[in-house]
Protein backbone atom coordinates (compact mmCIF):
# COMPACT_ATOMS: atom_id res chain seq x y z
CA UNK A 1 0.00 0.00 0.00
CA UNK A 2 2.74 2.12 0.77
CA UNK A 3 4.49 3.68 -2.17
CA UNK A 4 7.51 5.66 -2.73
CA UNK A 5 9.13 7.59 -5.72
CA UNK A 6 12.84 9.09 -5.97
CA UNK A 7 12.78 12.09 -8.07
CA UNK A 8 16.07 14.44 -9.11
CA UNK A 9 18.61 14.94 -11.24
CA UNK A 10 19.94 11.73 -12.52
CA UNK A 11 23.34 13.75 -13.18
CA UNK A 12 25.68 15.90 -10.82
CA UNK A 13 29.29 17.84 -11.53
CA UNK A 14 31.81 17.15 -9.10
CA UNK A 15 31.65 19.10 -6.14
CA UNK A 16 28.08 19.95 -6.28
CA UNK A 17 25.28 19.11 -3.68
CA UNK A 18 23.28 16.17 -4.85
CA UNK A 19 19.61 16.38 -4.09
CA UNK A 20 16.79 14.14 -4.62
CA UNK A 21 13.44 13.66 -2.90
CA UNK A 22 11.49 10.93 -1.75
CA UNK A 23 7.64 11.36 -2.61
CA UNK A 24 5.50 8.90 -0.24
CA UNK A 25 2.08 8.00 -0.75
CA UNK A 26 -0.39 5.23 0.78
CA UNK A 27 1.26 6.30 4.26
CA UNK A 28 2.47 9.45 5.87
CA UNK A 29 6.30 10.33 7.30
CA UNK A 30 4.41 11.58 10.17
CA UNK A 31 2.85 8.51 11.13
CA UNK A 32 3.70 6.89 14.39
CA UNK A 33 6.95 4.90 14.30
CA UNK A 34 8.29 5.42 11.23
CA UNK A 35 11.06 5.85 9.81
CA UNK A 36 12.41 6.66 6.66
CA UNK A 37 15.88 6.28 5.28
CA UNK A 38 18.02 6.76 1.71
CA UNK A 39 20.29 4.23 0.97
CA UNK A 40 22.28 3.77 -2.04
CA UNK A 41 24.45 1.10 -3.94
CA UNK A 42 27.38 1.97 -6.16
CA UNK A 43 27.56 -0.22 -9.04
CA UNK A 44 29.76 -3.26 -8.20
CA UNK A 45 28.94 -2.67 -4.68
CA UNK A 46 26.78 -3.35 -1.72
CA UNK A 47 24.40 -1.36 -0.39
CA UNK A 48 25.11 1.60 1.96
CA UNK A 49 22.84 3.37 4.32
CA UNK A 50 23.18 6.94 4.41
CA UNK A 51 20.53 8.31 6.97
CA UNK A 52 16.88 8.31 7.79
CA UNK A 53 14.30 11.29 8.95
CA UNK A 54 12.35 9.95 11.85
CA UNK A 55 8.71 9.90 12.36
CA UNK A 56 9.02 12.43 14.93
CA UNK A 57 11.29 14.57 13.11
CA UNK A 58 14.80 13.72 14.13
CA UNK A 59 17.19 13.13 12.02
CA UNK A 60 20.42 10.35 11.72
CA UNK A 61 23.00 9.60 9.68
CA UNK A 62 25.77 7.17 8.19
CA UNK A 63 29.08 8.30 10.35
CA UNK A 64 31.12 8.32 6.88
CA UNK A 65 28.71 10.16 5.30
CA UNK A 66 27.10 12.44 8.49
CA UNK A 67 29.72 15.53 7.12
CA UNK A 68 28.24 16.12 4.27
CA UNK A 69 24.29 14.90 4.82
CA UNK A 70 21.51 16.42 5.52
CA UNK A 71 17.78 14.75 5.02
CA UNK A 72 14.74 17.40 5.26
CA UNK A 73 11.50 16.53 5.28
CA UNK A 74 8.37 18.43 4.23
CA UNK A 75 5.09 17.35 6.07
CA UNK A 76 2.54 18.52 4.06
CA UNK A 77 3.74 17.09 0.73
CA UNK A 78 4.40 13.58 2.65
CA UNK A 79 8.23 14.39 1.11
CA UNK A 80 11.54 13.45 2.22
CA UNK A 81 14.41 14.95 0.45
CA UNK A 82 18.16 14.13 0.32
CA UNK A 83 21.12 16.34 0.04
CA UNK A 84 24.68 15.77 -0.46
CA UNK A 85 27.09 17.89 -0.82
CA UNK A 86 30.44 18.14 -2.17
CA UNK A 87 30.15 15.01 -4.18
CA UNK A 88 33.25 13.12 -5.95
CA UNK A 89 32.77 10.19 -8.45
CA UNK A 90 32.52 7.93 -5.58
CA UNK A 91 28.92 9.04 -4.83
CA UNK A 92 27.96 7.80 -8.14
CA UNK A 93 25.18 4.99 -6.98
CA UNK A 94 21.78 4.01 -7.44
CA UNK A 95 19.96 6.11 -4.68
CA UNK A 96 16.63 4.50 -2.99
CA UNK A 97 14.62 5.45 -0.71
CA UNK A 98 13.12 3.06 2.11
CA UNK A 99 10.68 2.96 4.86
CA UNK A 100 10.81 1.04 8.12
CA UNK A 101 8.13 0.43 10.43
CA UNK A 102 8.80 -0.14 14.08
CA UNK A 103 4.97 0.42 15.19
CA UNK A 104 4.49 -3.12 16.73
CA UNK A 105 7.48 -5.13 18.89
CA UNK A 106 10.38 -5.06 16.94
CA UNK A 107 11.09 -3.68 13.58
CA UNK A 108 9.83 -4.23 9.93
CA UNK A 109 13.31 -3.05 8.69
CA UNK A 110 12.96 -1.49 5.20
CA UNK A 111 9.50 -3.13 3.97
CA UNK A 112 9.03 -0.76 1.60
CA UNK A 113 11.18 0.61 -1.01
CA UNK A 114 11.41 3.09 -4.50
CA UNK A 115 12.11 2.00 -7.17
CA UNK A 116 15.38 3.52 -7.33
CA UNK A 117 17.43 6.61 -9.35
CA UNK A 118 20.36 6.25 -10.83
CA UNK A 119 22.70 9.29 -10.08
CA UNK A 120 25.91 9.71 -11.92
CA UNK A 121 28.78 12.08 -10.43
CA UNK A 122 30.66 13.25 -13.69
CA UNK A 123 31.74 16.50 -15.41
Known amino acids: QVQLVESGPGLVKPSQTLSLTCSVS??????????WSWIRQPPGKGLEWIGASHYHGATVYSPSLKSRTSILRDTYKDQFTLQLSSVTPEDTAVYYCTRTDCSTNGCRLCDYWGQGTQVTVSS
Open 26 to 35: GGSITTESSY
